[in-house]
């Protein structure tokens, strides 16, 4: 298994962050840039929402994208983030299966 895989699903913050992507309409509050479930959630809200820092938000966002299991896309100045919900789905099966 991908060592950045399981460090991105080694943090209860990290993997809080993939429940509220599941459905971003019902966590976040509408945005002025950005479709919440078509373009994703500012980086600045799920920091708020978390309840820590930028960058310690940024750091848990840089883990989970560098395992595939969120995409950043870049709107103006701000970076907004949505699951990839197909490489979780391979994720969900490639842990499912017998070792």
């Not at 930028?54 to 750091?59: A, L, M, S």
């Not at 983030?81 to 099966?93: F, G, H, L, P, T």
Request: with cysteine.
């Amino acid at each position: 298994m991908d060592v950045d895989l399981v460090k991105a699903l080694a943090n209860d913050k990290r993997l809080q962050i993939l429940e509220w992507l599941r459905d971003p309409a019902s966590h976040f509050p509408p945005q002025r840039e950005g479709d919440l479930v078509r373009d994703g959630v500012c980086s600045l809200f799920i920091a708020e929402k978390l309840g820590v820092s930028q960058p310690t938000c940024g750091e848990h966002l840089k883990v989970l994208a560098k395992a595939g299991l969120i995409r950043g896309r870049k709107i103006k100045q701000w970076v907004f983030y949505r699951r990839d919900e197909d490489r979780i789905a391979a994720v969900k099966e490639l842990l499912s299966s017998d070792w």
